[in-house]
């Protein structure tokens, strides 16, 4: 199976010097770096590396996975954010699962063995909202194993899943929806734990404009029920 690793940037030039050569790309076949408008040194800093640049830059991680998908040549891809928060040592971890036949593999932040960036703050708010819209995804649409983190971006899509979940998240709803409708589809997902990381660098996303658009998507998906499959 050929996979592309797909390197998702916007301003994290911090983040990919401290991580650079702990990223294991001889475990994958293709290389993609899609950027959203960087103005800090990113851009050049891969570009010195040779690392292939998709073509457009992405207005929001949205754009940023269906631009992937447009330019990526393989036949499943792995998504990582070379922001500290995923550890790229788990990178070889996702093609025995996609190669076992699992339309989407998480890495997990919230299972046995895993560790989430808040677990040592007394009120780890992120995470108890990342676990209330969860809980309401599988409860609503899960039929099969329950997903314990719908919500990591780290993970990776076959390309046939792809076509079928048919996405038109915005933004930083982009993952859930991929959970959602992989739920909805009753597509094969597997997670294996992970060890989140603290941000490298300044950025990262706003936690309350967030929420907001997570329970926007929620009532969505509810009222799209299994509508997209007919655009297919
Ligand atoms: N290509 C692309 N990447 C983006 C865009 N917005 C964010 N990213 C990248 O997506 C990854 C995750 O974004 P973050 O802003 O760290 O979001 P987060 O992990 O929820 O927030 P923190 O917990 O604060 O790190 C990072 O590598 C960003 O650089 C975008 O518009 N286009
Ligand atoms: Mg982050």
């Known amino acids: 199976m050929r996979l592309t690793l797909v390197l998702l940037t916007r301003n994290e030039l911090p983040g990919l010097r401290a991580l650079w050569d702990r990223i294991p790309f001889e475990a994958v076949e293709d290389v993609l770096s899609v950027d959203g408008d960087s103005t800090d040194g990113t851009l050049e800093f891969l570009a010195a590396r040779g690392v292939r640049r998709a073509a457009r830059p992405s207005a929001g991680r949205g754009e940023a996975f269906r631009i992937a998908f447009a330019e990526a040549s393989g036949d499943a891809l792995v998504f990582f954010s070379p922001d500290g928060n995923e550890d790229p040592a788990d990178i070889p971890r996702f093609r025995p699962l996609l190669e076992e036949g699992c339309d989407m593999v998480i890495a997990s932040r919230m299972m046995a063995g895993a560790r989430n960036e808040e677990d040592d703050d007394a009120v780890p708010l992120r995470k108890w909202a990342n676990k209330a819209f969860n809980l309401m995804a599988n409860l ?65 996303s706003p936690a309350l404009p967030l929420g907001l658009q997570f329970l926007r998507l929620f009532a969505s998906e509810v009222r799209a029920g299994r509508r997209f499959l007919t655009r297919l």
Not at 163 to 179: M, N, P, V
Not at 183 to 190: D, E, I, R, S, T
């Open 140 to 204: 609503t649409w899960n039929r099969g194993p329950f997903i314990s983190d719908s919500i990591n971006g780290y993970r990776a899509i076959s390309r046939a899943a792809w076509e079928r979940l048919a996405l038109d998240g915005r933004g930083y709803t982009i993952e859930y929806q991929s959970s959602i409708r992989a739920m909805k589809l009753g597509l094969k997902v597997a997670e294996f734990p992970t060890h989140e990381g603290g941000r490298i660098g300044p950025g990262g």
